[in-house]
């Protein structure tokens, strides 16, 4: 039983992307999901599929993206904010900008979970989950 299973999630992709894996499997939620489908939206990830399992948590297999010409994983730094033990939360007027526009911030808002810049545009706060760059 993990404490943060979120904190797991991003730890295995940042453990993968260091030891040049192609695909990373992960235990399933519906958080997980949502973020998955936000880092490839964002462009971080090549490809995603969730896979049922029998006891309907699932898993989630992820495609790693990485350079053509480097062969440098695409996603630089992958930072966990809010923990279990200290939650932040931010306004919608007040959402950071990460890496000046370039990266991108996963908020967990009433309406879902959501980049930065889309809960800036929706004009909602919520919890700070992670920054991806």
């Given at each position: ?60 297999k992820i495609a790693l993206k990485y350079d053509k010409l480097t062969k440098e994983p695409v996603i630089k ?41 889309q809960a800036a545009k929706e004009n909602v706060g919520g919890e700070l ?5």
């Amino acid at each position: 039983m993990f404490t943060d299973p979120i904190a797991d999630y991003l730890t295995r992709i940042r453990n993968a992307n260091r030891a040049g894996h192609r695909v990373v499997d992960i235990p399933g939620s519906n958080i997980k999901r949502e973020i998955t489908k936000i880092l490839f939206d964002q462009g971080y990830i090549l490809s995603y599929k969730f896979d049922e399992t029998e006891d309907h948590q699932g898993n989630i297999k992820i495609a790693l993206k990485y350079d053509k010409l480097t062969k440098e994983p695409v996603i630089k730094k992958l930072q966990r904010i809010s923990t279990p033990g200290l939650r932040k939360y931010s306004g919608s007027d007040s959402l950071p900008r990460i890496l000046n526009g370039l990266g991108v911030s996963i908020v967990s808002t009433s309406q879902g979970v959501m980049t930065g810049k889309q809960a800036a545009k929706e004009n909602v706060g919520g919890e700070l989950i992670c920054y991806v760059y």
